[in-house]
């Protein structure tokens, strides 16, 4: 008999086949062996659903769901119904993991009386080879012990990731609030992440790194479409509405946050989009455009100061988005140049805003009077 609580890992697989054996062997491996092992074939086309009945006929504790395809949420949404485990941990089956991982969350969740345990990240080639990459939610060398209420802020602010696999869960957390995430979406991990925060008692964040994220072609992230920008927005709506349902005192902070996030993060997306030379849906301009009026009101009507480079930078994103009405590929060297100074003050205020230092370093970006911005730097 195995002693101690019954962990159950969820592994949603679909078109994976290159990289399943060494997802699985990760898994089988774990130093902590009371595992309850959900393989989800979410209808992959390959040889994906052969290697999971394999995989099920070498360790009885793995179980094989066979379902049509769904996409990643339907197939996480099938394991959790039939889950069991007193935690719950979901791993993407093109990633790799420390045969640790579920001994040290457990270990962790126990000395800190915690139920939910966060730890570091690393990347990875599709080849296995190591990739240098700077993520914020890494940025931290001693163990934190913070409140649902600071978990939620420092996620918010991008300190703590919204990736699922980057934490462990008790598994009440999801059962308890008929937990689902959304289908037919991508960016799901942001849209749900607060609904675990929210709902712990402890977070506690270990500076140990567990899991191997490998950057490979093909993966959601990578496929940079329309689409993708509309689902980011959801997913901030669905973040915030949680929040400001369950947690009303964090109400004005989360009008400041989305604003920054909108202002700030989401003009990356757009970025890479317009480079991509994908077609961006006017609609799609004129809601960001009025969502980002929608907070500054917000943020005004609770009585709190948007920062001096924001107020600079807001006017620019309302014309930029107001007059954004036609194909991007299409007339992509017309707006090209004005596109890349807007780019310029986006990445200084981050890099202001973010290091405190509002004076010098953002009146070289200054805009000019009768609000042209200024060059940006020649190719």
């Known amino acids: 008999m195995v002693d101690g609580p019954l962990v159950s890992v969820i592994v949603p697989v679909y078109k994976v086949e ?198 490979r072609r093909g993966s959601i992230t990578a496929s940079l479409s329309p689409e993708l920008y509309r689902d980011w927005m959801k997913a901030a709506d669905d973040r915030a509405e949680y929040v400001e349902r369950n947690h009303p005192e964090l109400k004005r902070f989360m009008a400041l946050q989305q604003l920054t996030f909108f202002a700030n993060l989401d003009y990356e997306t757009i970025r890479q989009s317009v480079v991509a030379g994908l077609k961006i849906d006017p609609e799609d301009a004129d809601a960001m455009r009025s969502r980002i009026d929608r907070l500054a009101q917000d943020v005004k009507d609770n009585g709190d100061e948007v920062p001096e480079d924001m107020n600079e930078l807001l006017p620019l994103l309302r014309e930029f988005f107001g007059g954004f009405k036609t194909d991007v590929k299409d007339n992509f060297r017309e707006i090209r140049d004005d596109w890349r100074r807007l780019c310029e003050l986006v990445h200084e205020g981050v890099r202001v805003i973010s290091e405190g230092d509002y004076g010098s370093r953002w009146a070289k970006h200054r805009p000019k009077s009768g609000g042209a911005a200024a060059e940006a730097p020649a190719d």
């Not at 139920?115 to 060398?141: A, Q, W």
């Open 18 to 215: 290159q990289f399943l054996d060494e997802c699985v062997e990760g898994i089988v491996a774990q130093t902590y062996r009371n595992l309850e092992i959900l393989l989800v074939d979410d209808g992959s086309p390959d040889n994906c659903p052969a290697m999971c009945d394999a995989w099920a006929a070498k360790d009885d504790r793995i179980r094989v769901i066979h379902k049509t395809n769904g996409g990643l949420s339907d197939a996480r949404n099938a394991a959790l119904s039939e889950s069991h485990g007193d935690y719950i941990y979901f791993v993407d089956s093109d990633d790799a993991i420390e045969t640790n991982l579920v001994e040290r969350c457990l270990a962790t969740a126990r000395e800190y009386d915690a139920d939910v345990v966060m730890f570091k990240f690393d990347t990875i080639s599709e080849t296995g080879r190591p990739l240098k990459s700077s993520y914020r939610h890494n940025e931290f060398d001693d163990v934190q012990v913070l409140t649902p209420q600071d978990a939620i802020k420092e996620q918010v602010k991008s300190e703590i990731g919204g990736y699922f696999w980057a934490f462990m869960a008790a598994g009440r957390i999801y059962r308890d609030q008929d937990f689902s995430f959304p289908v037919g979406r991508k960016i799901e991990d942001m849209a749900r992440i607060c609904n675990v925060l929210g709902e712990a008692t402890r977070v506690v964040r270990i500076p140990e790194t567990l899991y191997h994220y490998r950057m």
